[in-house]
């Protein structure tokens, strides 16, 4: 039976390992699913392990995805254009890496943002400069955006992400700015969209933006996984905006996983109820969106 390890750091808790562990008990698939927690300079041993018999790849988890991007002996497009990786699939003992994240922002702005792409708004606001901001970025700039600017609490982390795509979006104004109060509200004022793969607002009741600042009828994307609204999508529909969060882009990207992993078409609504089981949810309170 073919092994596929989840490879993070400091486990807690894993929607990723209960959503395709429904997915392939509703397919059929025998395979078994297993963690590895592995530090940093673990990586490398632990994808030199892959490469041997028995293994179908493995789903990459923080803070790896960057760092696995250097280690496959191929990357997707996607994983290329993000420098990360979040799903590495083994073929003959050659890895290839994906990045399915970026599947999963394609849906989450699909599902708010108008049906015809041409009439996107073409400026936006990052919040975060990990593997998902980097997703983010990757879907604008590809998507014809014509100003992005990337905030992080630590501004060099977000001037690395501009770095890595400084040769795709030179047709464009990308930006890393430092995380203040007045930036913030200067270049929301000028974006329609934003975006938040900070990881702040998980916890109940947090909010990456103070009260008061969102500009009105926002379109916004809050990649917070755990709730169904947290109080930066209230505040953004309270002021005309339309919002989702997170939910909708996780399964998206969830469900091109198994693809990839599995080359069969996922059960999409399986893997919608295990997911809400997974974060308490009722089964319609996930991938919320609204106006």
């Given at each position: 039976?073919?092994?596929?390890?989840?490879?993070?750091?400091?486990?807690?808790?894993?929607?990723?390992?209960?959503?395709?562990?429904?997915?392939?008990?509703?397919?059929?698939v025998e395979l078994v699913i297993e963690r590895w927690e592995r530090r940093p300079h673990q990586?490398?041993?632990?994808?030199?392990?892959?490469?041997?018999?028995?293994?179908?790849?493995?789903?990459?988890?923080?803070p790896h995805k960057e760092k696995t991007a250097g280690l496959v002996n191929a990357l997707s497009d996607d994983a290329r254009s993000t420098g990360a990786v979040n799903l590495v699939v083994r073929d003959r003992g050659r890895l290839r890496g994906h990045n399915t994240d970026?599947?999963?922002?394609?849906?989450?702005l699909a599902a708010i943002l108008p049906k015809v792409q041409g009439r996107w708004p073409r400026q936006a606001?990052?919040?975060?400069?990990?593997?998902?901001?980097?997703?983010?970025?990757?879907?604008?700039?590809?998507?014809?955006f014509?100003?992005?600017?990337?905030?992080?609490?630590?501004?060099?982390?977000?001037?690395?992400?501009?770095?890595?795509?400084?040769?795709?979006?030179?047709?464009?104004?990308?930006?890393?700015?430092?995380?203040?109060?007045?930036?913030?509200?200067?270049?929301?004022?000028?974006?329609?969209?934003?975006?938040?793969?900070?990881?702040?607002?998980?916890?109940?009741?947090?909010?990456?933006?103070?009260?008061g600042m969102l500009p009105a009828d926002l379109f916004l994307l809050d990649l917070v996984l755990n709730h169904e609204t947290t109080p930066l999508m209230r505040e953004a529909k309270e002021r005309g905006g339309t919002v989702a969060n997170g939910q909708a882009s996780f399964l998206a990207g969830s469900e091109a996983t198994f693809r990839l992993i599995v080359d069969q078409e996922p059960p999409s609504e399986v893997m919608r109820a295990a997911l809400a089981i997974e974060l308490g949810l009722p089964e319609e309170g996930t991938a919320v969106v609204g106006d």
């Amino acid at each position: 039976m073919l092994r596929l390890p989840i490879i993070g750091q400091s486990f807690t808790h894993s929607a990723a390992e209960a959503v395709q562990r429904a997915a392939l008990e509703a397919a059929r698939v025998e395979l078994v699913i297993e963690r590895w927690e592995r530090r940093p300079h673990q990586l490398a041993d632990a994808m030199a392990e892959l490469r041997g018999a028995g293994f179908a790849g493995a789903l990459i988890e923080a803070p790896h995805k960057e760092k696995t991007a250097g280690l496959v002996n191929a990357l997707s497009d996607d994983a290329r254009s993000t420098g990360a990786v979040n799903l590495v699939v083994r073929d003959r003992g050659r890895l290839r890496g994906h990045n399915t994240d970026v599947d999963g922002v394609r849906a989450g702005l699909a599902a708010i943002l108008p049906k015809v792409q041409g009439r996107w708004p073409r400026q936006a606001v990052v919040l975060g400069a990990g593997g998902g901001a980097r997703a983010v970025v990757s879907v604008l700039i590809s998507s014809g955006f014509l100003r992005v600017a990337v905030f992080n609490r630590h501004l060099h982390r977000a001037e690395a992400l501009v770095a890595h795509f400084a040769r795709s979006a030179k047709h464009m104004e990308l930006r890393a700015l430092p995380w203040h109060e007045t930036i913030l509200e200067a270049e929301l004022a000028r974006a329609r969209l934003l975006i938040n793969a900070s990881g702040i607002g998980a916890e109940a009741g947090s909010s990456p933006i103070p009260a008061g600042m969102l500009p009105a009828d926002l379109f916004l994307l809050d990649l917070v996984l755990n709730h169904e609204t947290t109080p930066l999508m209230r505040e953004a529909k309270e002021r005309g905006g339309t919002v989702a969060n997170g939910q909708a882009s996780f399964l998206a990207g969830s469900e091109a996983t198994f693809r990839l992993i599995v080359d069969q078409e996922p059960p999409s609504e399986v893997m919608r109820a295990a997911l809400a089981i997974e974060l308490g949810l009722p089964e319609e309170g996930t991938a919320v969106v609204g106006d």
